[in-house]
């Protein structure tokens, strides 16, 4: 069986921040994920996807994205259901999110400091922020060209090649 899901949208209001009552943290919120389609009048619909995030990934959440915000999200789709106060049967259908990715620089959504992307907030297990995956061009980082300024020819054996 497989039950994955991966969305990109913005976040239709503030997240949600709640503690259980032994103090785990959760965090609701609602992505609006464009379709990849137009409609007969030429417009591109959206769904509406909510989303549900537990323990430090929640906290980080709720303290970096904002309405608008651009986020990316990788879970599982999780039914459930309750009983509301007129006696009726809920049926619930939302994305438990396993990671969440800040996909904007802080202030980059509407000029209003909708999200943020670097430094120290890693998401969810072995997520990090962009600033920890971009070292910095004069400690020696993966971005250098390590054949620039050399000018002498490569010394390369045809056993050496992969293709």
Do not use: H
């Amino acid at each position: 069986m497989l039950n994955r899901v991966i969305l990109v949208g913005r976040l239709t209001k503030d997240p949600e921040l709640r503690y259980t009552p032994s103090g785990v943290a959760v965090a609701n919120f609602t992505l609006a994920v464009n379709r990849t389609f137009s409609n007969q009048q030429g417009e591109r619909e959206a769904d509406f996807i909510n989303c549900v995030v537990w323990r430090k990934p929640a906290e980080n959440v709720a303290n970096y994205l904002k309405k608008g915000s651009l986020a990316g999200v990788d879970g599982r789709i999780q039914t459930r259901s309750y009983d509301n106060n007129e006696g009726r049967r809920v049926f619930i259908t939302e994305v438990v999110a396993e990671s969440v990715q800040f996909l904007e620089p802080r202030g980059a959504s509407q000029g209003q400091g909708n999200a943020y992307a670097g430094g120290g907030a890693p998401t969810g297990g072995n997520d990090y922020s962009r600033q920890n995956q971009q070292p910095d061009r004069q400690s020696g980082g993966f971005n250098d060209d390590p054949f620039a300024n050399d000018g002498k020819p490569i010394d390369i054996s045809d056993d050496d090649l992969p293709f």
